[in-house]
């Protein structure tokens, strides 16, 4: 065999658009694409350095305290966290798997990194040409254009949370602005209008988080770039009028945006229900009473959603209608209440040495997945749910363990 072949860049684009298929084929192509990569690297003989797989224990390490849970916790949460660590096994694997992999292949994934912007794209396009074709086409939703109804259509399309799919267009951003070239006028027209048309995707769905951490990205490259800024002056115009099209023409927007309204002048009478601000209110008073109780040890991780959905319970008995139930929404929390200070302290001290070793590589586009992670992790149960640890997993583990040593270019 050639040190790369053709069947190495088809695992890899695999491997990378794996998030987009059904559920268990997720898994499958997962676990067929990390066979055939150690297959190839066992055949080159290549043998993985030890400090690389400290690394990894060290990147996963997060999943022991879920192992380590099974035979601590009481005889009726044991089988919740099996299920837990059964769910969250690529956290530890995945970085295993590129700490053992020779270093020609994981190049080979990021030299194919383009391949999850195509499947992102695809993914908001088809759901976009859905929604279309129900409201003006076969008008079978209700009412006028309405955002509730618009991700209940991407959900139910793509089987992808809408936050989770803004998420994959804000790294698919950035993987477009290190990787795509600008250096003729028809390659930055391409570049900038993939860019722009992403941009206006994210917006149409109004994600808090993944568009928060849009802006403190923007924010990082005007203080990076300072000096180059005029480079970009074109481009950011456009993405200026992006923004001005959308809020004119997509109603979803503004509708999302009044909601933040809810921020400032929410009536103590109104429901909780009446809009995401108030949810979000309430997930977060409910996971802080929980913590002043809990804040040392946790609740451990098999009964977190059962705790939870008790508050929940008796929230919706005080006010009188039904507010719902919730995991805690933050992965922060989810960490702290599972696990107490134990939890918390990996969870952020994984994410501040993979921050610091981005920032000494320069390692723009590293840095760019960190933010939106950091950002995503107060907001969304992230890795709670398969294509959250797929995503982190994947793609913190690939850029850790590849990145590179020097400062990359925004060409």
């Known amino acids: 065999m050639n040190s790369v072949d053709k069947a190495d860049i088809i695992f890899a684009r695999f491997l990378l658009m794996c998030l987009f298929m059904p559920a268990h084929l997720q898994v499958f192509v997962v676990m067929v694409a990390a066979l055939w990569f150690v297959y190839r690297t066992v055949r080159v003989g290549q043998r993985p350095a030890r400090n690389a797989l400290l690394w990894a224990l060290f990147l996963g390490g997060g999943y022991f305290l879920y192992l380590a849970a099974i035979p601590l916790s009481p005889p009726e949460w044991r089988r919740e966290v099996g299920h837990l660590c059964e769910r969250r096994v690529s956290f530890l694997l995945m970085p295993v798997l590129f700490a053992v992999m020779a270093p020609r292949f994981r190049q080979v994934l990021m030299g194919q990194l383009m391949y999850f912007v195509y499947g992102t794209l695809v993914a908001s396009l088809v759901v976009n040409a859905a929604y279309a074709w129900h409201y003006f086409l076969a008008h079978d939703l209700p009412g006028g254009p309405s955002h509730v109804i618009y991700r209940i259509v991407i959900e139910r399309f793509t089987g992808i949370h809408p936050t989770y799919l803004s998420m994959y267009l804000c790294f698919s951003i950035g993987i477009t602005m290190v990787y795509l070239s600008a250096s003729s006028f028809r390659q930055a027209v391409w570049k900038w209008g993939l860019i722009g048309l992403m941009l206006a995707m994210m917006l149409a769905m109004f994600a808090k988080a993944p568009l ?3 802006v403190v990205l923007a924010m990082i490259i005007a203080v990076a770039e300072r000096r180059n800024l005029r480079r970009y002056r074109w481009g950011f115009a456009g993405l200026g009028g992006v923004v001005a099209l959308v809020y004119l023409f997509i109603p979803f ?9 809810g921020l400032f002048g929410a009536s103590r009478d109104a429901h909780i229900t009446d809009n995401s601000v108030n949810v979000r209110k309430l997930l977060l008073n409910t996971d802080a009473a929980m913590l002043k109780h809990h804040w040392v040890a946790g609740v451990g991780p098999g009964r977190l959603l059962n705790a939870l959905h008790q508050r929940y319970f008796f929230q919706s008995l005080y006010r009188g209608y039904w507010v719902g139930y919730f995991d805690p929404h933050s992965q922060y929390f989810y960490e702290w209440l599972s696990f107490g200070l134990i939890g918390i302290a990996c969870l952020i001290t994984v994410l501040v ?16 997945l960190l933010v939106i992670v950091i950002v995503t992790f107060f907001t969304e149960s992230l890795l709670a749910r398969q294509q959250g640890v797929l995503f982190y997993s994947i793609f913190t583990s690939l850029l850790f363990f590849a990145g590179q040593t020097r400062r990359q270019e925004m060409r």
């Not at 927007?253 to 309204?261: D, V």
């Not at 040495?353 to 760019?368: E, N, P």
């Open 212 to 214: 928060f951490a849009l």
């Open 253 to 261: 927007f503004r509708q999302r945006a009044g909601e933040m309204l």
């Open 353 to 368: 040495v993979q921050l610091v070793k981005a920032v000494r590589r320069q390692d723009i586009l590293h840095l760019w």
